[in-house]
């Protein structure tokens, strides 16, 4: 194969491990905004965790790969209900804001809290023994393909879950109504943990494959990495899921594509720059519906 | 007694003299504070950054609180203020000759925020709510990357060696300058049309009210002042680098809003004084002093502790504390309520009615 191709198919091959990461965070803000109309600002963070629970499992217990996978995602989605109960939930009838401005600072609490309990960034073990092939000059790792076929196994589950079971149905149905949907005896308080546990158990799994992919983690990795996943489900239409997904690969590509043919620096300003121009010009994301005011 | 009080307070209140007089008092005491070291350095370090502080959230507080939308981007204003500010007084002003020549500096830094202001204000013409939020942040991130890409100013270095030029009555001119404007703001026309968009867009604009000039005059002020807080934080930090104002910058503002309440001028400016505040008494030294009447047997051991670590610790009880008060407060502290002394003659009894519906006459 010619260089250029070569080229090409390596930056798509970064761009899909990076893109299905950022899917998975992206999930958890547009489900909990497609039912709460809500942005957990809080999310980014949980993913952190996720990443430091990886951690301790792989250090402190010792565990390999898939066990160290299942306690992170376990331990996510119970982090994420056990948020939803204690800090969203008692504002639910409050004003918008208000339930916004404490995700943010459940953020800020989960940050400094790790922060203060592991004041320096620590380091992943390999988890999984990385074998690099070499397909005509495209150099293909395993973590690649494990993180690339994980991410899209779950985003299909999650596809599944929501289009096809009652579970899923339930969380539709909240989403397109609140005020009847407990009168035809769906468990709306039930449904909204379910939500948060998926989540936020998503959340934890990106932050393993993160952690594998980039094994430095720190406190506030969450941040940059949470707010990108936000602007993926907005690209995609806040509260759609497939947007999320599609909205996540387009971010993936574009900041990949990016690194790939500028200056490192001027990725966030591309980035950005797109984002603003895509809100002006198609307010509703990409798989989003208008919604028509009325007075 | 209490009503013996509570009429002194009205009759207080009444007086035309009172704001001229507190004004003239504050301003002997801006100037006299460091003239002759009434407190020592460091509280009136902490008074600087208590002004700018306010200046931040009483701006910030126009758009987010009485014009309801969810604004990110006071950082990204409050960032070319400060480099504005600082180009000017390093590169451009005579400052070592004419030093008197620092307020155009800041007023220039406040201009071109107002300017800035513009790329926030038109999209939000045609966008609202959440994806006005987005394009909020994506403007923050925007200028910060802008600022790392120019050499000329620093890059992702930033800007060291900036002359200390922002003095206490200085910061007390432009605390008592933004809160008198966004109060006049609020209570005129234009002020009535940034609530009506707050509670129904498309009915105010059926109302005749010109949504777009609003809006647009809204930003502009509020970035104006982020602006000036920017000029006046990079000549007292003396140090200005795209990190400084970073998206956690801006967490801080909206914390310090969030927390004194929303669509209310005395709850920004008691917002912003706790937040300055506690963080401050937070601090392991200040603990300490505080702490340090008590017995050795009990101070030593809290100290090993408990004090040392609390550089770590404050930054884990702020963010406990603001969702504590937004569980039990979800307005914050003077939500849509306000010191009588701000609200016009004219308007008392109708805010009064406003915000206290229990005696309002329908069940």
Redesign the interface.
Known sequence: MSDGIVYWLQQILNALQLGSIYALIALGYTMVYGILTM?NFAHGDVFMIGAFFCFLAATALGLPFAPTLLLTILGTALLGVVIERL?YK??RN??R??A???A??????LE??T??LA?YPKNIPPLLENVTWNLGGVSLSSLQVIIIFLSLGLMLVLDYVVHRTPVGMAMRAISWDKTFVPLMGIPVNLIISITFAIGAGLAGAAGTMYALAYPVIDPYMG?MVG?KA??SA?VGG?GNIRGAMIGAFILGGVEIMVAAFF?S??R??VV??L??LL??IR??GILGQPRV?K? | MNALLRNHWEWLLEQRWLLPGLLGIGFVLAFAIPEYNLLNKYVQLVLMYLGINIILAVSLNLVNGYMGEFSLAHAGFMAVGAYTAALLTMKVLPMAAYPGLFPLAVLAGGLAAALMGLIVAIPSFKVRGDYLAIITLAFLMIVKSVIENIDYIGGPRGIPGIKRLTTLPWVFFWVVVSVWVVRNFVYSKYGRGVLSIREDEIASDLMSVNTRRVKFLAFMTSSFFAGIAGALFAHLLQFISPRVFDIIKTTDILIMVYLGGIASITGSIIGATLYTVLLEILRPSTVAGLLSWLPAMVFDPLNEYFIRHLGVWRMVIMPLLLVLVMLYWPRGIMGLREFRGFIPRRDREAHHRLTTPEKRGTP
């Open positions: 942005i800090a008692p504002l409050a004003p804001v208000s916004i401005i404490t943010l600072g459940v953020g800020l609490f400094n809290f922060l203060a004041p941040i707010w936000f602007i907005v806040i200056p620096t001027y966030d300003f950005f720059s984002l603003l809100i002006v307010p509703y005011q007075v």
